[in-house]
């Protein structure tokens, strides 16, 4: 089935900008959705179909799609985004959704 | 407001079958287009699809747990059931009920329930 890769961590000094990667083959012709997890916490949904953001969710989180790369990217990161990111496809080939196994931003 | 909700025992035996209900308040099963899923997280894990279950009531599995799954709704009732059987100490993890339409984003999770497979 179709795997999407996500670097395990990636770390950010407050007020920076986040990008947090996604890998895919041909991953720019597939839909991406975002989610954040905090300890203890459900999945929250924050960028879908690759750039568009639900109600609620801050302006600083945005999202790219092209070639082999999907990117969340997270404008002046606060320590309240601290957070596991899952990214997640829909294989159309298996015809089932696929998460990344996740990146851990840490707020320095 | 449609809102999710997990329950079902937290301790499972090895060998014994996993079974979880989610109950959907404030909607239904069986309406609009909407697909019911469960989705597991081992601890310090990341997320894994199980599979689902449509409004028409057709389901799907991953095929990597196809063999020893099974979900069924219960419209009645505004629930759907998980039941994994044969399980083992690698079927510990925390399992949520999700609402995701067909090839779309997950848009309403419940708050989980931790399962664990231990004698």
């Known amino acids: 089935s179709y795997v999407v890769t996500q670097p395990p961590s990636v770390s950010v000094a407050p007020g920076q900008t986040a990008r947090i990667t996604c890998g895919g083959d041909a991953i720019g012709s597939r839909s991406v959705h975002w989610y954040q997890q905090k300890p203890g916490q459900a999945p929250l949904l924050v960028i879908y179909?690759?750039?568009a953001r639900p109600s609620g969710v801050p302006e600083g989180f945005s999202g790219s799609n092209s070639g082999n790369t999907a990117t969340l990217t997270i404008g002046r990161v606060e320590a309240g985004d601290e957070a596991d990111y899952y990214c997640q496809v829909w294989d159309p080939i298996s015809d089932h959704p696929v998460f990344g196994g996740g990146t851990k931003l840490t707020v320095l | 407001q449609v809102q999710l909700q997990e329950s079902g025992p937290g301790l499972v035996k090895p060998s014994q079958t996993l079974s979880l209900t989610c109950t959907v308040s404030g909607g239904s099963i069986d309406s609009g287009d909407h697909y019911w899923h469960w989705i597991r997280q081992p601890p310090g894990k990341g997320l894994e699809w199980i599979g689902y279950i449509s409004h028409r009531g057709t389901t799907f599995y991953n095929p990597s747990l196809k063999s020893r799954v099974s979900i069924s709704g219960d419209t009645s009732n505004k629930e759907f059931s998980l039941n994994l059987n044969s399980v083992t100490a690698a079927d510990t993890a925390l399992y949520f009920c999700?609402?995701?339409?067909?090839?779309?984003?997950?848009?309403?999770w419940g708050q989980g329930r931790l399962v664990t497979v231990s004698s």
């Open positions: 179909y690759d750039n």
């Open positions: 999700v609402r995701g339409d067909y090839g779309r984003p997950f848009d309403l």
